[in-house]
């Protein structure tokens, strides 16, 4: 089945540490994009991908880190300087303006 | 700059009666719009889309309306069922921004039995 895969579900993390978010897709999507749901605020596009070893910073990249050396893969590091890291994530995958996106399942990230 | 708002956090209906949850934008450029629906701890799932060409789109319960003039659009769910309560998700995307969605805040659904 194609589909776009997110692990851990749920992860845990000190306070200071950085920690990768993976996110893995076997639609053949060219775009891949990394949103961030917090309550009452919808989902803020952190940053997306249109086209492997290419990315752009979205709305709320700082604290943030995305790669793309693959087109299945683009995992998401919350890194230190983040400072409210503790949130629902989710990555999603595209093929285009007009067919919208498939999402993951989300990681909750908790940071103590 | 909330370019996609919907202004309702919360809607509670009763199961049988119709649900309108709306949506309003104020980028012109926008000319795709699509609906989400999403339930706790999971990813959003595609619900019905609208491209800027229609004023209306439907699919079984589910009826997008989109006014141009305006720049809103509205969702109608009907009938209500219990399974339908879940966040709603207005989002839009335009030709400047390729595939890149701009969501809105999301409304909660409670449909009660």
Not at chain 1, 24 to 35: G, K
Not at chain 1, 82 to 104: D, E, I, R, V
């Amino acid at each position: 089945d194609g589909g776009i895969t997110q692990s851990p579900k749920y992860l845990f993390r000190k306070e200071g540490q950085n920690v990768t978010l993976s996110c893995e897709q076997n639609l053949n999507h060219d775009a891949m994009y990394w949103y961030r749901q917090d309550p009452g605020q919808g989902l803020r596009l952190i940053y997306y991908s249109q086209i492997v070893n290419d990315f752009q910073k979205g709305d709320i990249a700082e604290g943030y880190s995305v790669s793309r050396e693959k087109k299945e893969s683009f995992p998401l590091t919350v890194t230190s300087a983040q400072k409210n890291p503790t949130a629902f994530y989710l990555c999603a995958s595209s093929t285009g303006q007009f067919y919208g996106y498939t999402f993951g399942s989300g990681t909750r990230l908790t940071v103590v | 700059d909330q370019q996609v708002k919907q202004n309702s956090p919360s809607l509670s209906v009763q199961e049988g009666r119709i649900s309108i949850l709306n949506c309003d934008y104020t980028n012109s450029m926008f000319d795709y719009f699509l609906w989400y629906k999403k339930y706790p701890a999971e990813g959003p799932t595609f619900l019905i889309s609208i491209s800027s060409i229609k004023d209306k789109n439907e699919d079984g319960r589910f009826t997008v309306f989109l006014n141009k003039s305006a720049k809103h659009l509205s969702l109608h769910i009907v009938p209500s069922q219990p399974g339908d309560s879940a966040v709603y998700f207005c989002a839009a995307s335009g030709v400047a921004s390729g595939s890149r969605l701009t969501f809105g805040e999301g409304t909660q659904l409670t449909v009660n039995p």
